[in-house]
C-alpha cells in the first residue's frame, strides 16, 4: 500500500493568497503523480502493446477525474481511448434491495455481486472479437440500468479500455480481462490531516467527499449515504485494499485543503437534512471536528481540478 503520512495545515489563513497557494500546491503535486503514472502507462501501450487499463481504489478517491487525465495522455500517444466504467453494469436499486433484505444485510454497491457479471462478461468478451459492444449506462437519480448504447472501437487507431471503478481490482472482474495486456493504477486518500490540532482520518476525509459529492450528484440526503457507510468501509477492509499492492501503480489523492474546502458544503447538508437515529452521532462528530476551520472557497480550483468531481461548481 501507499505509506501513510499525516499532512498538517493550518486552521486560518492570514489572507486569501495563503488559501489560494496551498490550493494551486496541492493540485500540482498531484498531477505531477499522476503524469508520472500516466506516462508509464502510455508506454506500456505503445511499447508492450496493453491495451486495457484497470483504474480502482475505494468509494471517493477521485477514480473519475483520474480516468479523464488518463485518456488525455493516452490519446496524445496515438491511441483511441474508451473509458468504461464499471458502475454502469450496476443491477437496478430495486434488484440490489432485494438482494440486500434476501441476505440480510444493508444495501451495498461496492460488493462485486451488486454488478452484473454475466452482462460484463459478455460486453468485453464482443469488444475483444469484433470491436463492438452494447454498454449500459447506470442512472444514478431513478436507481435504474438504462441502453443498451452501442459502443464501436472500430476506429482505425489501437484501442484501449480503460476500466474505472471500485470493482477494477476485485478477482473476478480481473479474470475476465486476465488473458489481455494490461496495466492497473489504485488510488485513494491515504493520508490524514490535522488541521489545527484536529486530526480528520483518510475514512473521515472519503465520507465527506461522498457526503457532498452523493447530495449533489446523485440527490442522496445525508442519512441514506450514512446509512451505505458501514458496509462500504467492511467491504473495502475485505475486498480493496488487500487487493492494492498487485496494482502496478498506487496514487495518493489527498488534497491538504480538503477540510477547509469541504467544511461549508458538509455544515449545509447535515443543517439542511438533520440525521437522527443510529448515525447522528457520526454527524455530530464531523460538525464538531470543522467548527473552527477556515472555509475555502471552490472558486480556487482549477478548471482541470480533481475536486471538481466531489463539488458541484
Known amino acids: 500500500m501507499i505509506p501513510m503520512r499525516n499532512i498538517t495545515v493550518p486552521r486560518t489563513f492570514q489572507n486569501e493568497d495563503e488559501a489560494y497557494e496551498l490550493v494551486k500546491m496541492s493540485e500540482r503535486d498531484f498531477d505531477r503523480c499522476l503524469a508520472k503514472a500516466a506516462k508509464a502507462v502510455s508506454l506500456a501501450c505503445v511499447q508492450e502493446g496493453v491495451r486495457v487499463v484497470r483504474l480502482s481504489g475505494p468509494t471517493c478517491a477521485g477514480k473519475t477525474t483520474c480516468a479523464k487525465k488518463l485518456t488525455h495522455v493516452l490519446e496524445a500517444a496515438e491511441r483511441d481511448v474508451y473509458p468504461i466504467s464499471l458502475d454502469d453494469f450496476f443491477y437496478d436499486r430495486t434488484t440490489l434491495f432485494a438482494m440486500a433484505q434476501a441476505n440480510g444485510g444493508k444495501l451495498d454497491y461496492d460488493s462485486v455481486d451488486a454488478l452484473d457479471l454475466d452482462l460484463l462478461h459478455t460486453c468485453v468478451q464482443d469488444l475483444m472479437a469484433t ?4 454498454m449500459p449506462r447506470f442512472n444514478f437519480i431513478s436507481g435504474l440500468r438504462e441502453g443498451p448504447f452501442l459502443l464501436d472501437t472500430n476506429r482505425g487507431r489501437p484501442p484501449v479500455f480503460l476500466f474505472e471503478g ?14 489481455i495486456p494490461d496495466r492497473s493504477i489504485f488510488m485513494c486518500v491515504r493520508s490524514s490531516i490535522t488541521v489545527g490540532n484536529v486530526t480528520f482520518e483518510p475514512h473521515e ?9 452523493d447530495e449533489a450528484k446523485r440527490d442522496a440526503h445525508p442519512a441514506f449515504t450514512l446509512h451505505l457507510w458501514h458496509s462500504v468501509r467492511e467491504n473495502e477492509d475485505t475486498s480493496i485494499f488487500p487487493e492494492a499492492s498487485k496494482c502496478d501503480f498506487l496514487l495518493d489523492s489527498t488534497m491538504p485543503f480538503e ?9 449545509r447538508i447535515f443543517a439542511a437534512h438533520p440525521v437522527i437515529g443510529e448515525d447522528a452521532s457520526v454527524a455530530k462528530e464531523l460538525l464538531y471536528k470543522l467548527a473552527d476551520v477556515q472555509p475555502i472557497s471552490h472558486r480556487y480550483l482549477s478548471e482541470n481540478s480533481l475536486y471538481h468531481e466531489f463539488i458541484l461548481t
Open 131 to 134: 470491436g463492438k459492444a452494447g
Open 166 to 179: 471500485i470493482q477494477a481490482v476485485y478477482p473476478k472482474v480481473i479474470d475476465m480481462l486476465d488473458h
Open 205 to 213: 476525509i472519503r465520507l465527506m467527499r461522498r457526503l457532498v459529492r
Open 259 to 267: 477540510v477547509h474546502m469541504l467544511k461549508p458544503h458538509v455544515e
